[in-house]
């Protein structure tokens, strides 16, 4: 939990003060280094109420898994230039110490959204609120598990026969109405082990950049199913990624590809706030 001599830094931040914090947005779509496109939540948003709902039955709220239809939809062929190996998402807190995996459980168990709704090119993620972060507010004590997080989005994919393992980090507030309810599970059953920022390397997603946001002319050689006659070369291996690898991203990211950002964490923030120049046509930077 939060030490009481903290709790003073995080109320500010609560209270919309802003970091140096930019993304790569365009038409209300977040990108990241990889396949996966965000439409919701945007960046500071305060989430509560009924289930986390990051990509919502609303078109116009989804995780894009094509990069916009410039990936196929699996099945994969196995020797592609270009697949998705998994994406998982993760909601956590170095303030409270909270990681929690967030997925559809009855879709996919083992936390992969890629098993969710086969055949589609977006996945929608309802996940229940665990029991902890039931309130109503910002964290009024040092016990409690509200307040500042972020969503982390980790991609383990092949692009052009080059294995990649990114994360990307989206920060939102727990800070509206949660309310008690009897089938919420018990955060330590959904909550997993912490690593320490200096312990997560970050090098792949620093060499990826932002992909495929207006302006990006990266070229996507991928084999298609129907395509595949068993003589079209061999992909590299997979990266070996579980829950418990790089938890969380600390300090500040250069991606090298016009997009700076500032990770948000437990530090004071100050009281001002600036936006990194992007260098892709049509993209604005959202700056919280």
Same mark, same amino acid.
């Given at each position: 939990?939060?030490?009481?001599?903290?709790?003073?830094?995080?109320?500010?931040?609560?209270?919309?003060?802003?970091?140096?914090?930019?993304?790569?947005?365009?038409?209300?779509?977040?990108?990241? @280094?990889?396949?996966?496109?965000? &439409?919701? #939540? +945007?960046?500071?948003?305060?989430?509560?109420?009924?289930? !986390?709902?990051? %990509?919502?039955?609303?078109?116009?709220?989804?995780?894009?898994?094509?990069?916009?239809?410039?990936?196929?939809?699996?099945?994969?062929?196995?020797?592609?230039?270009?697949?998705?190996?998994?994406?998982?998402?993760?909601?956590?807190?170095?303030?409270?110490?909270?990681?929690?995996?967030?997925?559809?459980?009855?879709?996919?168990?083992?936390?992969?959204?890629?098993?969710?709704?086969?055949?589609?090119?977006?996945?929608?993620?309802?996940?229940?609120?665990?029991?902890?972060?039931?309130?109503?507010?910002?964290?009024?004590?040092?016990?409690?598990?509200?307040?500042?997080?972020?969503?982390?989005?980790?991609?383990?994919?092949?692009?052009?026969?080059?294995?990649?393992?990114?994360?990307?980090?989206? @920060?939102?507030?727990?800070?509206? &109405?949660? #309310? +008690?309810?009897?089938?919420?599970?018990?955060?330590?059953? !959904?909550?997993? %082990?912490?690593?320490?920022?200096?312990?997560?390397?970050?090098?792949?997603?620093?060499?990826?950049?932002?992909?495929?946001?207006?302006?990006?002319?990266?070229?996507?050689?991928?084999?298609?199913?129907?395509?595949?006659?068993?003589?079209?070369?061999?992909?590299?291996?997979?990266?070996?990624?579980?829950?418990?690898?790089?938890?969380?991203?600390?300090?500040?990211?250069?991606?090298?590809?016009?997009?700076?950002?500032?990770?948000?964490?437990?530090?004071?923030?100050?009281?001002?706030?600036?936006?990194?120049?992007?260098?892709?046509?049509?993209?604005?930077?959202?700056?919280?």
């Amino acid at each position: 939990m939060l030490p009481l001599a903290k709790l003073a830094a995080v109320l500010p931040l609560l209270a919309s003060h802003c970091a140096a914090q930019s993304f790569v947005v365009s038409g209300g779509q977040i990108f990241t @280094p990889g396949f996966a496109v965000v &439409n919701a #939540p +945007q960046p500071g948003t305060p989430l509560g109420g009924g289930p !986390v709902t990051f %990509a919502s039955r609303n078109p116009s709220h989804l995780l894009d898994i094509t990069a916009n239809g410039k990936l196929n939809i699996p099945p994969y062929v196995d020797e592609s230039p270009s697949l998705i190996h998994n994406i998982s998402v993760f909601l956590y807190s170095y303030n409270t110490g909270r990681n929690f995996t967030v997925v559809n459980l009855d879709e996919a168990p083992d936390g992969d959204i890629m098993a969710q709704e086969p055949g589609s090119s977006v996945k929608h993620i309802n996940w229940r609120w665990p029991d902890c972060l039931v309130g109503d507010g910002q964290p009024r004590d040092a016990d409690s598990d509200r307040g500042v997080y972020n969503i982390s989005i980790r991609q383990s994919f092949r692009l052009n026969d080059a294995e990649h393992y990114t994360v990307f980090d989206l @920060p939102i507030a727990v800070t509206n &109405n949660i #309310p +008690q309810m009897n089938n919420r599970p018990a955060c330590d059953s !959904v909550s997993n %082990a912490m690593m320490a920022p200096e312990d997560i390397d970050m090098s792949s997603t620093q060499a990826v950049g932002v992909l495929f946001a207006p302006g990006d002319s990266t070229v996507v050689e991928a084999v298609l199913p129907e395509e595949f006659d068993g003589e079209n070369g061999l992909g590299g291996q997979k990266p070996e990624a579980t829950p418990e690898d790089g938890i969380g991203a600390a300090g500040s990211l250069d991606w090298r590809s016009g997009a700076h950002w500032l990770s948000l964490l437990s530090s004071p923030l100050p009281s001002s706030s600036r936006c990194s120049p992007i260098s892709l046509d049509a993209t604005s930077c959202f700056a919280w």
